[in-house]
């Protein structure tokens, strides 16, 4: 009896199913981040010679929320792959 394997999924969705929940996830760990910190005051602590705005603030933050979150995202699918795809039987003794 053999297992039933489902296909492979295209790119595209396998793609959007790990930056569409991570994009989300980065907008509101940015908005609570941003609720209690000021982007400028953050760069008066860690970088005080670089003149960064707070709009570019806001901006490498969510991207950084949003590579943290998408690695997450990554991981947990390359954990849930089925494991047929990777487990073969071993070859009978000869």
């Known amino acids: 009896m053999t297992a039933f394997d489902h ?5 595209a969705q396998r793609l959007g199913a790990i930056l ?7 907008g509101v760990a940015t908005m609570v981040f941003f609720a ?5 005051e953050l760069r008066d602590i860690t970088f005080p010679r670089l ?6 603030g806001y901006s490498v933050a969510f991207f950084l ?24 039987p071993l070859p009978p003794d000869a």
Do not use: E, H, Y
Request: hydrophobic residues 50%; without cysteine.
């Open 51 to 56: 003149r960064i705005s707070r709009g570019l």
């Open 36 to 40: 209690f910190v000021d982007p400028l």
């Open 65 to 88: 929320f949003w590579a943290s979150t998408a690695a997450s995202s990554l991981f947990t699918w390359i954990l849930l792959r089925p494991a047929s795809r990777f487990n073969k």
């Open 20 to 26: 569409w929940p991570s994009f989300f996830a980065a």
């Open 7 to 11: 296909p492979p999924r295209p790119l």
